[in-house]
């Protein structure tokens, strides 16, 4: 039994992670309906920015941090303002707006390969002291890892249902028209959605690196993959539900070691994404099926 509570105690600290990703990703497309992809892209800009300003800069890692927040945040707000709202504006079609955001993806992967170059880097972070607890190793970052997951969303879910701003942000979701109507700027809940859900990756990464794993060009694929089907399972109309679906996801993956061999972790996971999907279309939470216009 110790190995299954050795993957259960990983499965919660990569879906601790992996729960960031749906929040962020459902937190733009639940009221844009706009396929961000180029968030890969942004969650690459996110590592190596937390590199640059820890290591290069040598600021602390809080810092760090904030700083990489800061720009990830303004460089998801880019992204709506100065590319999909004007191809929005034009009225150019879904797979358009798919495609440009596919694109500002790899121009950004591409960018930080030339600048950086391909191999994986490093933060400035202090070895952590593992504890064996049962002759299990849980290491310091498998318990803080859930611990901000969880604050994140129950923070979002305070602003979501115990705010003005956050019923304006469901409404639309659910009924953008008669927020217009009533003298609401839906663009401006639009700006706002990319905005927050790009200052989550930052968090998500130092998350991730600080389990081990390094900074390179390619880690925004999973991150982005990983996001949407959260979202899908969690719900396309539901950005809690899709936390939560990633803590699920993150589990189901590592338990399923326990049974299978490694090499059918991703295949798990998507088959349950399927069933699901054929059993409820709208995801675990979701109330409705949305229409993915832009």
């Known amino acids: 039994m110790e190995l299954f509570f050795q993957l259960l105690i990983n499965g919660v600290y990569v879906g ?3 729960a960031l990703y749906g929040l962020s990703f459902a937190l733009i497309f639940a009221p844009t309906k706009v396929w961000h992809f180029a968030q890969g892209g942004i969650y690459v ?3 190596y920015a937390l590199y640059s300003f820890n290591v290069i800069l040598a600021l602390p890692l809080w810092a760090a941090l904030v700083l990489a927040i800061a720009l990830t945040s303004a460089a998801g707000a880019g992204c709506e303002r100065l590319l999909y709202r004007p191809l929005v504006n034009r009225g150019v079609s879904h797979m358009v707006v798919v ?3 596919l694109g500002l993806f790899v121009v950004i992967e591409n960018s930080m390969d030339l600048v950086f170059g391909p191999s994986g880097l490093s933060l400035r972070i202090d070895p952590q002291t593992p504890w064996l607890v049962s002759g299990v190793v849980i290491m310091p970052i498998q318990i803080i890892a859930p611990m901000v997951a969880l604050a994140i969303t129950g923070l979002l879910a305070l602003m979501l249902y115990r705010t003005m701003a956050g019923r304006e942000f469901r409404a639309a979701i659910t009924n953008p028209e008669l927020l217009e109507i009533n003298g609401i700027s839906v663009s401006r809940i639009k ?9 989550i990756l930052p968090v998500a990464a130092l998350l991730l690196i600080s389990g081990g794993s390094g ?3 390619t880690v925004g694929i999973t991150a982005v993959l990983t996001g949407a089907m959260a979202m899908f399972l969690g719900g396309v109309d539901s ?3 899709a936390a939560v679906a990633g803590f699920i996801i993150g589990i189901v993956e590592n338990l ?3 049974v299978l061999p490694t090499a059918w972790q991703v295949s798990i996971t998507y088959g349950i ?3 699901v999907i054929m059993i409820r279309p709208t995801g675990l939470f979701g109330r409705a099926v949305q229409k993915a216009t832009v």
């Open 191 to 199: 700006l706002y959605a990319f905005a927050i859900g790009s200052a």
């Open 99 to 101: 495609m440009a955001s």
């Open 45 to 47: 800009l996110a590592g």
């Open 215 to 217: 900074v390179s060009p």
């Open 273 to 275: 994404l399927l069933l």
């Open 256 to 258: 399923s070691v326990f």
């Open 16 to 18: 601790a992670v992996y």
């Open 239 to 241: 950005p809690l539900g």
